[in-house]
């Protein structure tokens, strides 16, 4: 089921992406509109971070093209803000809170510029998260879900109109999600920006996205959260593994047969 | 007097330019990136001097600095192509590359004054007699004013790049997402590895230089959780071990090279076990504060 979108931020059109000669993404054609937490779900390896990357230029393209704000990636960057996976970098790198939150600003900034403005702008982003207590603190000292907020503060400080996260909520406790989800919703609700995440965890995405895209190295689905997340599709993304529990879930809902007696 | 002047600047300078290209090899983690080009220009000084057959330091940059940047590139290759792990393709391009130099120098040494000993020790000592003589003025060792450009370069690099080369670090991908050409940077930094070891190898030798891209680097590593700071602890031990190796040498009547590499080893062990104690006497006072609330 593919659903598009009437007022399109993204347009991605016969997708093809290998590593190698192994493809990743086959034949991905979908549209994504403005505003809005859309989430990317399927298995491991099913080339989630793969679209993401790909969307954003940061993997070669073996056939299709892809459209962002109506043009290309190069010409947009400065409105586009990443988050990447928390365990792409070394978290004992010798720099600070503030200093990595300070690389939000980049695009801002000249060798000779007044760096005062875009110094208070990242102090703001950190106390958006809660996390303005720790600027001056060594990035390596700090929680997994302390470092997802620091990360958090230096896309905010991108003040860009698109986002892309890559599982900003892996490894982070329920108070840190929480805190991450409303944060996001802020943006997309009051800012108007549009956040697209990657996403495993299944038991939070009716609560979570307004739009959803299935992916299982085909697409499988696009759509609102409502229409695509249902259980057809989703056996369809993730396989025999889901279709099991999904068969064991409706065993246990008839009240009256006990699962050991029935096996 | 002035040949101790001399001398003590070449150190300084070289150790200089080793400690700011160090830092980031060290962060990246390609540390042993300078030991490979460090062994693999050699063939490219050889054939360089067979070709010249002269000895001046800009015919012998220009033959290493071709190896010190293609060296990269076919490290990289085999990395990027056939999947090899990053340190394998190191493991098996230096090796091969500064082997075809030992080959060379031994067949053609008795025809050419090229030394095995000078090459992959160095001879800092030397430095002060290879004077650049300008009419009749004797502008000093030639070997400073290559250096000197050297550093030129490396400083301004580091200091007008510095935030490029910091993103492009610690965050790759990020720097790719807002537009930082990060396979460009890489080949700067390697350019200027290239250039630094290239110097650096007639006054350390080609396998001490090696000590001073990484050892100081790695002694600041522990002091500081600051880039800017690593890098400016990291040039203060290259120093130290500069005019500590000079006499360390000077009373075992020894290589200079070999005692300044030998100090900044000391350096690296003598913070390293500082910061043990430290964290031990750190410990034990809180246990025994701890215990001295419980007993009240």
Not at chain 1, 19 to 45: C, E, R, S
Not at chain 1, 53 to 81: A, E, H, W
């Amino acid at each position: 089921m593919i659903i598009p979108a009437k007022n399109p931020i993204i347009e991605i059109h016969d997708l093809t992406v290998a590593y190698q000669t192994k493809p990743v993404l086959w034949g991905i054609d979908f549209t994504l509109p403005k505003g809005g937490l859309i989430g990317i779900i399927g298995p491991n390896g099913a080339g989630k971070s793969t679209l993401l990357k790909t969307i954003m230029g940061l993997n070669p393209i073996n056939s299709g093209y892809i459209k962002i704000f109506d043009t290309s990636i190069q010409k947009v960057r400065q409105r586009i803000g990443y988050v990447p996976q928390r365990e792409s970098v070394d978290w004992d790198f010798p720099t600070t809170v503030f200093d990595v939150v300070m690389m939000g600003r980049y695009q801002y900034m000249s060798f000779f510029s007044n760096k005062t403005k875009d110094k208070a702008i990242a102090m703001h982003c950190l106390a958006k998260v809660g996390m303005d207590a720790l600027a001056q603190r060594q990035i390596g000292q700090l929680s997994g879900g302390q470092q997802q907020r620091v990360f958090l503060a230096r896309a905010l400080a991108q003040e860009a109109d698109l986002y892309f996260m890559d599982e900003p909520f892996a490894g982070v406790d329920a108070a840190t999600e929480a805190i991450i989800f409303s944060l996001l919703q802020k943006m997309t609700k009051e800012a108007g920006k549009t956040i697209i995440v990657v996403h495993h965890d299944l038991q939070s995405v009716r609560h979570y996205f307004d739009w959803l895209v299935m992916l299982n190295m085909h697409l499988v689905a696009v759509g609102p959260t409502h229409k695509v997340f249902q259980p057809a599709l989703l056996q369809k993304t993730y396989g025999g593994k889901l279709t099991l529990l999904h068969e064991v879930e409706n065993l246990l809902q008839k009240k009256n047969i006990n699962p050991r007696e029935h096996c | 007097m002035l040949e101790t002047f001399w001398i003590l600047l070449t150190g300084i300078l070289v150790s200089t330019n080793c400690c700011l290209i160090g830092v980031y090899l060290l962060l990246r983690r390609m540390a042993m990136m300078g030991d490979a080009i460090s062994h693999a220009i050699l063939p490219g000084i050889v054939i360089a001097f067979l070709i010249t057959g002269s000895r001046d330091p800009i015919t012998i940059i220009l033959g290493a600095g071709v190896l010190g940047i293609v060296t990269p590139m076919i490290i990289h290759f085999f990395h990027r192509q056939i999947k090899l792990h990053l340190d394998a393709s190191i493991g098996i391009n230096f090796t091969w590359l500064f082997a075809l130099g030992i080959v060379l120098i031994s067949c053609f040494t008795k025809k050419i004054d090229l030394d095995q000993d000078c090459v992959l020790y160095g001879e800092i000592a030397y430095i002060p007699l290879d004077l650049w003589i300008l009419g009749t003025i004797n502008m000093g060792p030639k070997a400073i004013y290559v250096l000197l450009f050297t550093l030129l370069l490396n400083v301004f690099f580091v200091v007008r790049y510095y935030r490029t080369l910091y993103i492009t670090s610690f965050d790759p991908s990020f720097g790719k997402a807002i537009g930082i050409h990060t396979t460009l940077w890489s080949n700067v930094l390697m350019c200027l590895l290239s250039l630094t070891t290239v110097t650096a190898f007639e006054s350390v030798g080609a396998i001490l230089v090696v000590a001073l891209l990484v050892v100081p680097a790695a002694t600041a590593y522990l002091l500081t959780n600051r880039l800017h700071c690593m890098m400016i602890i990291a040039i203060f031990f290259g120093i130290v071990s500069t005019f500590g190796g000079y006499y360390l040498a000077f009373y075992t009547n020894g290589s200079i090279s070999g005692a300044m590499a030998t100090v900044s080893g000391i350096l690296f062990f003598g913070v390293f076990l500082t910061n043990v104690l430290k964290k031990k006497l750190f410990l034990r006072h809180k246990f025994l504060s701890k215990n001295i609330k419980k007993n009240l």
